[in-house]
Structure formats: C-alpha cells, structure tokens
C-alpha cells in the first residue's frame, strides 16, 4: 500500500505529466484517497503562490474530507473539488480522480461530437460511449457533483461539456493516462473530421485483441514520466 508520502509524489508528477503533455494549464487537478481513511489528497486551488502545475511540490497537496472541507494544508482546496468527493462517495472502486480542461477533448465536446475508439492503444478507454454531463456550471457543491458523478456512471471518464473532462480509476497513474489517451482520441477524431473524413470505430474484436496483447499502464506510465523528467 502506498505511503502518504508517495502518493504526494504521485500527484505532482500527475500535475507535471499533464502541464508538458498540454493538458492542464494552471487549472485542474488530480486527487487520490488516503489508504484506510476518508480522506482525500488533492492539487491546492491555484492562487498567487500555486501556479503553473509542472511546479506544484508534494509538499502542496492539501488533505480535504468527503465533505469538501480542508483538513490540512497551507493553501485551500479547488473550488471543483466536489468533482472528486462526489465521485469518491459513489464510486467505492475508484481511489484516484484526475480533472482536466483538455483542450482536444473539450472542443470535440463542445461540437457534440462522440470521441469513439479509433486509435488501438487508447481505444478500450471509450468502447462504451463517454458519457456527456451538458452543464458548463463550476462543480462547486455537492448537488453538482452528485450530478456529475451519476452521469459518470460506472465509467472511467466523463466529459463536462463547455468545460473539460474527469478521469477515474483504481490510481493516480491510471486515471491520468486515461485522459492522456482520450486527449489522443479526440485529436484523431478532429483532424479526420477535418479531412472531411468519418474516421473508423475499430470494432470489439480488434479492441480485445490489442487489450489482450499490449503493455500494462505501467509501461506506458514510466514513459509519460520519463519525457516529463519525474522519476516515478
Ligand atoms: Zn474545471
């Protein structure tokens, strides 16, 4: 089981991965449960002293309940973190949220338009359609986040439309890498669009087979680490 302080480490080097991949400028932000509390480790809000995220240290993550309220930490929580407790207390499975305003995946959901799985490697993340919350408001209480949360489902992302994306999954490492590949997803599915082209849905079969066969997110997480010079 991961310690505090790892998963600190963890978080910031979700904030740095996502800043050079062109995820997250000074908004957004990753959190993660705290093993065997109800307690959760998020990204401070932005604010004089928090900005750019490839800077955002361990040492800055703040320590919120289920409720929103901070527990512990110099600066305060986002004002989105019900984004993340909403989940939490609905998804007992899922130990790590990642919120984004993605640009690719953002601008395909501002269009209405479904990011369906034409890439291999990312296309097992969307075989079922992402489901779509059509409200642009700050999710900024609970009655908001309950919403998005029941619109995520038993999903592992959801798109905010006007606003961005929320990743979760069972780690910090896995929900980032969820929306790295539906950032490609989405891309794809705008520069085939801009061909004039439909771009093809890869079929079940094919997803299976690459699923089957392809590396662990591990892999692919000590990649994304390395070209954003962390050392997870
Ligand atoms: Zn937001």
């Given amino acids: 089981m991961a310690t505090e302080a790892e998963l600190r480490q963890l978080l910031a080097d979700s904030c740095r991965i996502m800043a050079r991949l062109g995820l997250v400028d ?11 509390t109800d307690r959760v480790l998020i ?25 929103g309220k901070l527990i512990e930490g110099k600066d305060g929580p986002p004002s989105e973190r019900f984004i993340h407790t909403c989940i939490y207390r609905a998804r007992p499975d899922v ?33 079922k359609p992402v489901p779509v919350w059509p409200c642009a ?3 900024t209480d609970n009655d908001l986040g309950e919403a998005l949360a029941k619109t995520l489902g038993d ?14 999954a069972a780690t910090v490492q896995e929900a980032t890498l969820n929306a790295i590949h539906l950032e490609h997803l989405a891309e794809a599915t705008w520069r085939v669009l801009a061909m004039g082209r439909e771009p093809r849905v890869i079929p079940p079969d094919e ?18 680490a390395e070209v954003a010079g962390v050392k997870s």
């Fill in 26 to 36: 000074y908004m957004g932000h990753p959190s993660v449960r705290i093993p065997g």
């Fill in 43 to 67: 990204k401070p809000r932005h604010s004089l002293r928090i900005r750019s995220q490839d800077r955002v240290r361990p040492d800055d993550m703040v320590v919120i309940d289920l409720d």
């Fill in 95 to 127: 130990q790590a949220v990642v919120h984004t305003h993605q640009p690719w995946a953002t601008v395909i959901g501002v269009g209405s338009v479904p990011i369906k799985p034409i890439l291999h490697v990312q296309s097992s993340l969307v075989e």
């Fill in 137 to 139: 408001k700050l999710v």
């Fill in 155 to 168: 999903h592992s992302v959801v798109h905010l439309q006007g606003h961005g994306v929320a990743s979760a």
């Fill in 207 to 224: 997803i299976h087979q690459r699923t089957a066969t392809g590396v662990g997110w591990e892999v692919r997480w000590a990649y994304y």
